[in-house]
């Protein structure tokens, strides 16, 4: 049986709303990391909610961008696509166009995961990756400063998709899995890496989420269909950056626009 789950959510009123929120809570998560220890190491995901962001973040006309000790970040992919880098699918393409080719990064400061390589061979490269640069031995986990994950409306995370192999994997810390729907492969990091992290949380939008937040966070536990409940920290924290259409079937918000939920 699971342990409890301390469940955090913030509710914004639109999409620009959420943006900022969003872009606040990396920049102060970067901050506090580079404070604790002089480096951050984040993992993020693509899709659609995070781009905005991003560009945000890279935005010489906001506040983020100031904030954000860019010569003491990390920046590792939670998944990506099997495809060139340069590919239009590609997660890393979109990172870079929106964030990473608009500030000072060098190129020893970004990992990402070789989608052009053959599947499996590109999963155990990470695997060595991530390895390497956290100087990990024997059967440890990376731990990231922070983790941005998504949800689709099928309920999967990352590249966690429902009914694969994935879902079952908590040897390895990265995987190659292969989409039913897209029959596609991609890279992924698995739930045991991700739930070591101490500061992991969802980012997403749309109506089209709202059953499938409700399903996750309150219905019946069945993480073989619903692999975003595969995700519970072990520090037993977990936060959900949302807009109002996406948490319209949750608890509502108080006058603070956040939430405080115990899962068992």
């Given at each position: ?19 900022r929120?969003a ?32 560009a ?32 239009s ?8 166009e ?50 941005q ?6 309920g ?38 991700i ?9 997403i ?32 924290i ?9 948490a ?17």
């Amino acid at each position: 049986m699971p342990q409890p789950l301390k469940l955090v959510y913030y509710v914004e009123s639109d999409a620009a709303a959420l943006q900022r929120r969003a872009a606040q809570y990396f920049a102060d998560s970067i901050q506090s990391a580079v404070a604790r220890r002089g480096r951050a190491r984040i993992a993020v995901s693509g899709g659609s909610t995070p781009k905005p962001v991003f560009a945000a973040l890279a935005d010489p006309g906001q506040e983020w961008r100031g904030k954000i000790p860019w010569d003491r970040l990390d920046i590792y992919w939670v998944d990506e696509r099997c495809v060139p880098p340069n590919d239009s699918a590609s997660n890393f393409r979109m990172t870079r166009e929106a964030l990473l080719d608009r500030v000072p990064l060098e190129a020893g400061q970004l990992h990402r995961m070789e989608g052009e390589l053959e599947p499996e061979v590109a999963a155990s490269r990470y695997e060595s990756e991530l390895r390497n640069s956290f100087r990990l031995e024997g059967a440890e986990s990376p731990h990231f400063d922070l983790i941005q994950l998504g949800m689709g409306a099928d309920g999967h995370t990352a590249s966690l998709f429902p009914h694969t192999s994935a879902v079952f994997e908590f040897g390895r810390l990265v995987v190659a899995n292969r989409t039913q729907a897209e029959q596609a492969w991609r890279l992924t990091l698995t739930a045991q890496v991700i739930n070591q992290g101490p500061n992991v949380f969802f980012l997403i939008s749309g109506g089209d989420k709202a059953e499938v937040l409700r399903e996750v966070f309150l219905g019946t536990r069945d993480p073989e269909r619903l692999p975003s409940q595969l995700i519970r920290p072990v520090n037993g924290i977990l936060t959900l950056l949302l807009d109002k259409a996406a948490a319209a079937l949750l608890p509502a918000p108080d006058g603070n626009g956040r939430v405080e939920l115990t899962l068992r």
